[in-house]
């Protein structure tokens, strides 16, 4: 596995290598000579990584140290950065050649900081300190303090460490998955690794008698790879490194890792965040924040010319854990169970948090429309309460209505029924006389029977359409005949017609007009009007006072017109004689119109007045929807 940089055939002259060689050191050489004069204040800082700068977890540091250290410096910074290609097997022989490229690259303009990224960058130049720019501030970070020469450092060396807590690490296993009998530890056979294989062999005593280990030290990892497929339940993964597999293959990247993830059937931890945000379930890990962070402030006040030996920052350990929501949820592992202060990330974000202010637009549009429409409903209660009341109100002020009407019609009806009640005494009488005489016509006591039979009946008729004129009923709409109404009406207005001298004239239609009415409101709407149209009459011409009432359809309504004979409306009072209180009677009150027209809105329907032409007096023309049903079993009929 060594790889050396300079070979030498057996004539002792160079090869096609040396030349290569030679030319790409002066191509870099004038690079860097371009570079300095371009920017002679930029500070320059030589970053050394330990297997490549796309190894994972170092080349997380890398790239977050390059971003910490340009953000806090206060100069220009010029990075030129190296790999120890070396640190993949234990041959030490590369090196020399390596320090020689190192030491002629920067002769003529050596770095003002030397960054080692890794424990095999941090060795590598603690080897080779004396050959390797003895003078020049060296930091070594992202490294293991158990992996530095502590004894070795010279006062321009100093060391941003961490300190690894395996056994924190398995403790969190066991925590988190308490029902886990088995971990398999993942990692490589470089010399680094296997330092590290040791160190967590000897951590993992205290939990052998919890849990099983296994170490795969001794296997090809598409052997492991082959392994993780298929582990038994209640297994967990530790992940530290896979650079180097025993074979010698090398895994660049997080090539290694996300293998393992697509193939394993059980969860992967591990103790560094450089490995964090896909395939890592999480635990107590390193940031790699917070150990960049560290080195950029040291590496800040090396430049602005403090002395590396005099710096001395204390190794840092685990960071607070942290987990990934979406693994957490991938392998069943409850959030409960996770140690205190455990911060998750990655969680998918709630519908609150997606879309708070649309949430919030939509509920206060709720909220108001709730609340418009609880006003609304209040408001409807309170208009159908006013309804009710105002219904209530207008029936009892009906029903006085149709009581001041019976008390005009008083005269009439006590002359209406004082006929037949008198005819009937005359017949009784009559039939007393003849039933005393010694001989007597039967069939001439049979038609004063039926005679008396007819007046009572003539009476009986008289008080039933007065008790239903008067009776206090509720609205009650049932389909009639319009036809039949008006006779009805006219029949119970003929005695106070002929006690006033005015003769009733009707003329109806031909077919009946059904409509939905309330029978003793509509009898009281004609009623009004054919009073107000005798009283109109008072001063006519005893000969002139008649007043026809005709009925007829049109389209869809049913149509009752009522004409008179008498002065008509007086000019410029057509609109108010359906107000309340409007009158041109001495006595009058001045409802009857206007419940007239009342009861007719609530028929849906409509009343109109206006006066003849030519012939002279009144017309009221009262318009009513046909009952649809009852017209169409009419038609069908």
């Known amino acids: 596995m060594a790889r050396h940089w300079l070979t030498v055939d057996s004539e002792k002259r160079p090869t096609l290598a040396v030349w290569r060689f030679a030319v790409l050191l002066i191509a870099v050489l004038l690079l860097q000579a371009t570079a300095h004069a371009a920017d002679p204040d930029a500070k320059r800082v030589m970053i050394l990584n330990s297997f490549g700068k796309d190894f994972r977890p170092w080349g997380e540091y890398a790239r977050t140290i390059r971003s910490e250290l340009s953000r806090q410096s206060r100069w220009p ?84 460490a961490v300190k690894h807590d395996f056994a924190a690490s398995f403790d969190t296993i066991l925590r988190v998955l308490p029902n886990t009998k088995n971990i398999v530890v993942i990692n490589g056979a470089s010399p680094n690794e296997a330092f590290w294989l040791g160190e967590m062999q000897r951590e993992a005593k205290p939990f052998e008698g919890r849990v099983r280990f296994r170490w795969f030290e001794d296997k090809p990892y598409e052997a492991i790879l082959k392994e993780a497929a298929s582990l038994p339940p209640d297994t967990a993964i530790f992940w530290h490194l896979m650079n180097v597999d025993f074979t010698g293959a090398v895994y660049e990247g997080d090539s290694g890792l996300k293998r393992l993830y697509a193939v394993a059937n059980a969860p992967i931890f591990s103790y560094d965040d450089g ?27 090396i430049l602005g010319g403090d002395r590396a030996g005099d710096i001395e920052t204390p190794p840092s350990g685990y960071a607070e854990p942290k987990f990934d929501w979406r693994q957490l949820q991938r392998w069943g592992i409850s959030e409960r169970l996770l140690p205190p ?22 509920c206060a549009v709720f909220l108001l429309q709730a609340g418009l429409i609880g006003i609304l409903l209040y408001e409807r209660r309170r208009r159908k309460v006013a309804e ?27 002359h209406e029924l004082n006929q037949p ?52 009923a509720p609205f009650e709409a049932k389909v009639l005949d319009v036809n039949e109404i008006v006779v009805e009406t006219i029949d119970f207005m003929t005695a106070p017609a002929q006690a006033r001298g005015v003769s009733l004239e009707r003329v109806l239609a031909p077919v009946p007009l059904p409509v939905k009415a309330d029978n003793i409101q509509l009898q009281q ?19 002139k006072r008649r007043i026809s009432v005709s009925t007829a359809r049109n389209e869809d309504t049913a149509e009752i017109e009522i004409a008179d004979t008498g002065p008509g409306i007086p000019a410029g009072k057509r609109n108010e004689i359906f107000e309340p209180f409007y009158t041109t009677r001495p006595n009058g009150m001045g409802m009857g119109l206007s419940i007239a027209r009342t009861i ?6 409509q009343i109109f007045a206006e006066n003849r032409t030519g012939a002279g007096g009144a017309v009221f023309r009262i318009v009513l929807p046909l009952a649809r049903s009852a017209v169409s079993d009419l038609a069908a009929s």
């Open 275 to 301: 490995f964090f945000g896909e395939e890592i379930v999480g635990g107590p890990m390193h940031s790699v924040l917070k150990g960049s962070q560290d080195a950029a402030t040291a590496a800040v006040r």
């Open 421 to 472: 009640l008198g005819s009937i005494l005359v017949n009784s009488e009559t039939a007393a006389l003849m039933l005393d005489s010694p001989a007597f016509d039967v069939k001439e006591l049979k038609e004063i029977l039926s005679d008396i039979r007819r007046d009572d009946q003539r009476a009986s008729e008289v008080i039933r359409r007065l008790r239903s004129l008067l009776k206090r």
């Open 525 to 543: 709407v004609l009623i009004n009007v054919l009073l107000n149209a005798m009283d109109a009459m008072a001063h006519t011409e005893k000969s």
């Open 341 to 362: 202060g455990s911060a998750v990330y990655f969680r998918d974000p709630s519908a609150w948090v997606q879309y708070r202010w649309q949430i919030v637009f939509v």
């Open 600 to 605: 007719i809105d609530a028929h849906n329907g």
């Open 77 to 160: 910074l010029d990075f030129q950065e190296h790999s120890l290609v070396t640190a993949r097997s234990s041959d030490e022989n590369p090196e020399t050649p390596f320090v020689d490229y190192l030491t002629a690259l920067y002769a003529k303009h050596p770095p003002d900081l030397i960054i080692c990224i890794g424990a095999p960058a941090a060795n590598f130049v603690q080897r080779q300190r004396s050959r390797l720019f003895r003078s020049i501030p060296i930091l070594m970070t992202a490294v293991e303090q158990r992996r530095i020469r502590f004894d070795s450092l010279t006062e321009n060396d100093t060391v941003v």
């Open 388 to 414: 009710l009341e105002a219904r209530r109100r207008f029936g009892e002020l009906a029903h006085v209505n149709r009581y001041t009407m019976a008390g005009e019609l008083t005269t009439s009806i006590a």
